[in-house]
């Protein structure tokens, strides 16, 4: 999307970051590509980041009405010095 419109040269080299509303969890450096071209000329170049479980049952996805504390099933970030 970014080199479609202008903002990144086919062929660059970049990292992108992906995730949830929880906050970021993957990231991969990637040789950037027009859309037209994507399957052709788009490369991972390497892997920097990604989760080590893919999926988790969660309560908001098995049940849709369900609204109560999704915090309870995440672990905080802790930054140490």
């Known amino acids: 999307m970014a080199t479609d419109a202008g ?3 086919e062929g660059e080299q970049v990292v992108t970051l992906g995730g949830t509303y ?3 969890d993957t990231a ?3 040789k950037t590509s027009y859309s037209l071209n994507f ?3 788009f490369e991972v170049l390497e892997i ?3 989760p080590l479980r893919t999926s988790r049952l969660l309560p908001e996805y098995a049940q849709k009405e369900w609204k109560g504390d999704l915090d ?3 672990e905080p970030i802790r930054l140490t010095e």
């Open 7 to 9: 903002a990144l040269e």
């Open 22 to 24: 929880k906050g970021l």
């Open 28 to 30: 991969l450096i990637v």
């Open 39 to 41: 399957f052709a000329k």
């Open 48 to 50: 920097i980041a990604k």
């Open 72 to 74: 309870q099933y995440y």
